[in-house]
């Protein structure tokens, strides 16, 4: 392994490299995904659904919990239902779900075509009236915190080392929040947000408090929570 390891250092470029290692984990989750579909049956049947989109260590008891990652989730009690990639079809019937709900992980969609996919496909999914509820960074306060000088968000980000070391002055904080290691794609204030589910076709788009039946009080702190329904 180590001589084909030198052998493409070799011969291909950092970017290059870089490309081959992208294609490779697009193809790995792919197959995770694929073979995930075979379970989905379990789920359909029984009642409305309940889908919760990129789970994480957030496991829903009577929900179907979602996620797909190829670094290890730190699990909680259980793992995900559902190892699925969301920026494809969702594997449900029309109609089938009463609420759609994620935390932290519509900003890990691209803008504009994984996101207007995803919100298609909810829409579909959602029954007359359903709910599609999404907690994402508050990146009008983390602005406003550069812009004004207020020190909360630069120091609660370091002390819960949600930034690296490394960001040690207010912008390498700011570039982090937008991108995470490549990771988020896309940031919203309650504006876009509400505009972006508008466009969807969702009605009904309000920003709301933290919900403690819902939400996760280690996410509470610098989120954004907006609901939006299906027309009735």
């Not at 029984?46 to 670094?71: R, T």
């Not at 599609?132 to 990146?139: A, E, L």
Request: charged share 30%.
């Amino acid at each position: 392994m180590g001589l084909i390891r030198e052998f493409v250092k070799a011969r291909l470029s950092d970017g290059s490299r870089r490309a081959v290692r992208t294609l490779v984990d697009e193809l790995r989750l792919q197959r995770i995904h694929r073979r995930s579909l075979r379970d989905v049956h379990r789920y359909l049947g029984h009642g409305e659904l309940k889908l919760h989109l990129g789970c994480g260590a957030n496991y829903k008891p009577g929900w179907v919990n979602i996620d797909i990652s190829l670094v290890k989730i730190p699990v909680g009690p259980r793992h995900p239902d559902l190892w699925l990639d969301l920026r494809e079809d969702l594997p449900f019937p029309d109609g089938s779900a009463s609420v759609i709900y994620s935390e932290h992980f519509f900003e890990h969609l691209d803008y504009p075509r994984e996101v207007k996919h995803l919100l298609r496909e909810a829409m579909r999914v959602l029954e007359p009236g359903g709910l599609f509820s999404v907690g994402v960074p508050d990146t009008a306060y983390a602005l406003e915190s550069y812009v004004y000088g207020n020190e909360e968000f630069f120091r609660v980000t370091r002390e819960r080392k949600w930034h690296p070391a490394w960001c040690r002055t207010r912008m390498h904080q700011i570039n982090y929040h937008f991108r995470q290691d490549g990771e988020h794609k896309w940031q919203y204030d309650f504006e876009t947000l509400a505009q972006v589910l508008a466009d969807a076709g969702f009605v009904d788009v309000a920003q709301r408090p933290f919900d403690p039946s819902l939400d996760s009080e280690y996410r509470r702190w610098g989120t954004l929570y907006a609901d939006a329904r299906k027309p009735g």
